[in-house]
Antibody
Framework: EVQLVESGGGLVQPGRSLKLSCAASGFTFSNYGMHWIRQAPTKGLEWVASISPSGGSTYYRDSVKGRFTIYRDNAKSTLYLQMDSLRSEDTATYYC?????????WGQGVMVTVSS | DIQMTQSPSFLSASVGDRVTINCKASQNINRYLNWYQQKLGEAPKLLIYNANSLQTGIPSRFSGSGSGTDFTLTISSLQPEDVATYFCLQHNSWPRTFGGGTKLELK
């Protein structure tokens, strides 16, 4: 059974940092691109960042470029999102996902609240 | 960036109704369009990938069509368990962009 389990969320002050993790199991992690997608309270979905299977290519939405870093450890089957210089508008539930054709699996999400 | 305009944003329908939800891309995305269902408090679930391919395990009352810039998700006969919010996603180019969502409720 495929599982994606996010961790590392919480309440953080503006300007501070937080690192999210996503532990994957049930599939060959190193074969698939991975994504972080977020959803602000009562809002729609917003793609945040993606990484290629090897980790050699990364993509970010403009609003997080230079502040967020996506990376992966294929030996540990774990995806990460390092979030620096957090802003109130980064408050959201963050989902990790793998989403290639029919191979689509999402974690249950982790809440990040940026507030003083 | 490619803008995805989803309509309607809210839809009320009766059990057994045929329901259609539309997504319009601001430029050609070929068939790189997915549809997701999100129930309250849950993660999104893939229904349709690449415009018209039904995900494994999804009931056949769900179907997708379209290519280029105009896409449609159809529920042929609405069931109570279909109450949810539906999103489209273009994966033709970076950045990936979602439609604004359609909240579907029972009349």
């Amino acid at each position: 059974e495929v599982q994606l389990v996010e961790s590392g969320g919480g309440l953080v002050q503006p300007g501070r940092s937080l690192k999210l993790s996503c532990a994957a199991s049930g599939f060959t992690f190193s074969n698939y691109g991975m994504h972080w997608i977020r959803q602000a309270p009562t809002k729609g979905l917003e793609w945040v960042a993606s990484i290629s299977p090897s980790g050699g290519s990364t993509y970010y939405r403009d609003s997080v470029k230079g502040r967020f870093t996506i990376y992966r450890d294929n030996a540990k089957s774990t995806l990460y999102l390092q979030m620096d210089s957090l802003r109130s508008e980064d408050t959201a539930t963050y989902y990790c996902a793998t989403d290639e054709d029919s191979h689509s699996y999402w974690g249950q999400g982790v809440m990040v609240t940026v507030s003083s | 960036d490619i803008q995805m305009t989803q309509s309607p944003s809210f839809l009320s329908a009766s059990v057994g109704d045929r329901v259609t939800i539309n997504c319009k891309a601001s430029q050609n995305i070929n068939r790189y369009l997915n549809w997701y269902q999100q129930k309250l408090g849950e993660a999104p679930k893939l229904l349709i990938y690449n415009a018209n391919s039904l995900q494994t395990g999804i009931p056949s009352r769900f179907s997708g069509s379209g290519s280029g810039t105009d896409f449609t998700l159809t529920i042929s006969s609405l069931q109570p368990e279909d109450v949810a919010t539906y999103f489209c996603l273009q994966h033709n180019s970076w950045p990936r962009t979602f439609g604004g969502g359609t909240k579907l409720e029972l009349k």
